[in-house]
């Protein structure tokens, strides 16, 4: 399946490519647009204004995929706090790895284009997951 | 960001919007987040941040939050026609952040006299509010940099950072 987003992906956007392969659609394909008009009919859109998948009722898109595909995954859960801070900064959730994240993601966009940008943040975030799992599973930091 | 310093007016994102009256709740939060962002509000439902990704991206989410409660909203991309325009923009900006930083000043100074634990946890919470006033700080005043030292001169006096104290704060 084809996916869109708007070009100058940050947090938010490689979070939920990378749910998005992980969890819904392990072939997807990612295309760029820089406008609304440019997305193909073929593909679902997120992470843009005025699709279903964007910023809902103070939940950044990554949330909004999670409630959408009724995914209860605890450890999504906990890293859709980070993305929301990352991505929002409202101080809803405490996640203070969410400063760090943010400053990886905008350095990132700043020398990579969008396909590097997925291609790095792929086994990052597979890996604050495992980190996040084992943490939810010790009840405290992994060593 | 707008290239202030030169004579030449920058780039800039509007949006202009309405929403009902009521319900009043989802006003009043749109009210709060533009206020978070900083915005330059330029007339009645009509705000303006300095155009880059990241601004850009703020108010097309505002937008959508609108819409998405029965309002209406578009977003421009826009040039002031004058650099004496923008200017006057940019100064009030920098005078309500300059305010925000003076608080912070004061409460640092507030808390000089307290106990350890007291300014320890005045260090973390000044330092989380200079973080949300950094955020929307487009065109930094001097206070900035004062507010950074006193916040800093009460994390020293505290000796924020030395084990022992910090576990005693919590």
């Known amino acids: 399946m084809r996916w869109a987003t708007r070009a100058g992906a940050h947090i938010d956007r490689a979070a939920c490519a990378w749910l998005i392969r992980r969890v819904l659609d392990p072939a997807a394909e990612f295309v760029f647009v820089s406008d609304a008009s440019e997305v193909p009919d073929d593909a679902t859109p997120f992470d843009m204004r005025g699709v279903e998948l964007g910023h809902h009722g103070g939940d950044c898109t990554f949330e909004t995929i999670l409630r959408r595909h009724d995914l209860d995954d605890p450890v999504l859960w906990r890293l859709a706090e980070i993305v929301h801070e990352a991505d929002i900064d409202d101080e809803r959730f405490d996640a203070p790895e969410a400063a760090g994240l943010d400053a990886v993601l905008r350095g990132l966009s700043m020398v990579c284009d969008d396909e590097r940008v997925l291609e790095l943040t792929g086994p990052m975030f597979d890996g604050l997951y495992e980190y996040l799992r084992r943490e939810l599973l010790l009840d405290r930091p992994p060593g | ?170």
């Open chain 2, 1 to 170: 960001m707008t290239a202030l310093a030169g004579g030449v007016p920058g780039t800039w994102v509007l949006l202009a919007y309405r929403m009902p009256r009521e319900p009043s709740r989802p006003r009043i939060a749109v009210w709060r987040k533009l206020e978070r962002l900083g915005v330059a509000r330029l007339g009645d439902g009509l705000v303006a941040l300095p155009a880059d990704a990241r601004t850009r991206e703020q108010l097309e989410w505002v937008a959508e939050e609108v819409t998405e409660n029965g309002g209406t909203a578009t977003l421009w991309i826009a040039t002031p026609a004058s650099a004496a325009q923008e200017r006057d923009v940019a100064r009030a900006m920098r005078a309500a952040r300059a305010e925000e930083y003076r608080a912070v000043i004061a409460d640092a100074e507030a808390a000089a006299g307290a106990s350890e634990a007291e300014r320890v946890r005045a260090v973390r919470r000044l330092r989380r509010e200079l973080h949300r006033i950094g955020r929307r700080d487009y065109f930094p005043p001097h206070e900035r940099d004062a507010a950074r030292a006193a916040v800093q001169a009460l994390a020293e006096s505290a000796r924020v950072g030395t084990p022992e104290v910090d576990e005693a704060s919590r």
